[in-house]
Nanobody, 124 residues
């Protein structure tokens, strides 16, 4: 069983930056592809970014490409999402997710493990 714990959310002004982190339990972290999803009030949970187990492959939603960057440190069992040039529409609860395969995927149902979420609020 893998447990995921997010941290680093908060309130930031539009145009600012924020980094959220996700710490994972387990001894085979490098075998898991990891993803970030977000959910705003009244909206479906949507894909943001994903990274392969090795960290060599990444993919991003069109809405965040060029502004967000995902990275992982397998020695620390941690993934990060660096968010730059934040916009009010980026406000949401951000969830970390993991899957028991190394390949990246953008599909929510492909992920078996989920964190509790961390709130990111971007003010105008």
């Amino acid at each position: 069983q893998v447990q995921l714990v997010e941290s680093g959310g908060g309130l930031v002004q539009a145009g600012g930056s924020l980094r959220v982190s996700c710490a994972a339990s387990g001894r085979t972290f490098s075998a898991y592809a990891m993803g970030w999803f977000r959910q705003a009030p009244g909206k479906d949970r949507e894909f943001v970014a994903a990274i392969s187990g090795s960290g060599l492959s990444e993919t991003y939603a069109a809405s965040v490409k060029g502004r967000f960057a995902m990275a992982r440190d397998n020695a620390k069992n941690t993934v990060y999402l660096q968010m730059n040039s934040l916009k009010p529409e980026d406000s949401a609860v951000y969830y970390c997710a993991g899957r028991t395969y190394s390949r990246v995927t953008t599909y929510l149902n492909d992920y078996s493990y989920w964190g509790q979420g961390t709130q990111v609020t971007v003010s105008k």
